[in-house]
């Protein structure tokens, strides 16, 4: 199973559902996140589970148990709305957990995403890896430092790619391997 882990620095558990990017402080990005993560075209990807890290909130979205998901960021929204309430859909889990706790919980081999990294095409890739990232602001100094310490740097572009399109692209590399 696939895991990704997003971090955001700025997204916030309260906000209003008529203004996601404002409001939420970006928490539309990780909406998109978790389209990107499971939508396909009639179906969803059940072999795939998301993280996404915010404050000292970690909302957990598993693939195969996931019911009542929509691809639009407003739907989305929601899910991520009734888990901060504690009154999660099945598939989805909410935690206290850091975004370092749950890294190094994965127990996988960690693929953190940055432009300067390893081309992605020279890697041996296999479904059981945690590709990390991070939202529109990138990863904090103190963020990257671990994950240099404990992950491999890895790059699907030269170019900057918005954190959903990252996972898009890696999917694009895991259905092709």
């Known amino acids: 199973m696939v895991t990704f882990i997003v971090k955001s620095n700025t997204a916030k558990t309260k906000f209003l559902l008529k203004d996601l990017p404002g409001s939420g402080k970006r928490i539309d990005v990780l909406c998109r996140c978790v389209n990107s993560a499971f939508c396909?075209?009639?179906?969803?990807?059940?072999?795939?589970v998301l993280y996404l890290c915010f404050?000292?909130?970690?909302?957990?979205?598993?693939?195969?148990?996931?019911?009542?998901?929509?691809?639009?960021?407003?739907?989305?929204?929601?899910?991520?709305r009734?888990?901060?309430e504690d009154n999660p859909t099945p598939g989805v889990y909410i935690s206290e957990k850091?975004?370092?706790?749950?890294?190094?919980?994965?127990?996988?081999?960690?693929?953190?995403?940055?432009?300067?990294g390893e081309d992605i095409s020279h890697l041996k890739l296999k479904k059981d890896m945690c590709f990390v990232l991070a939202?529109?602001?990138?990863?904090?100094?103190?963020?990257r430092g671990f994950l240099e310490r404990i992950g491999r740097k890895t790059s699907i572009s030269p170019r900057i790619l918005h954190a959903d399109h990252c996972i898009i692209v890696v999917h694009n590399f895991l259905d092709r391997s």
């Open 135 to 143: 939202g529109h602001l990138g990863f904090s100094q103190e963020d």
């Open 55 to 80: 404050g000292r909130k970690t909302i957990k979205f598993v693939g195969k148990e996931l019911k009542h998901l929509t691809p639009d960021e407003r739907g989305i929204a929601i899910l991520l």
């Open 40 to 48: 396909l075209s009639h179906d969803i990807r059940r072999d795939t």
């Open 82 to 84: 009734k888990a901060i």
């Open 98 to 116: 850091s975004f370092q706790e749950t890294v190094l919980e994965s127990g996988k081999e960690i693929i953190y995403l940055d432009e300067k």
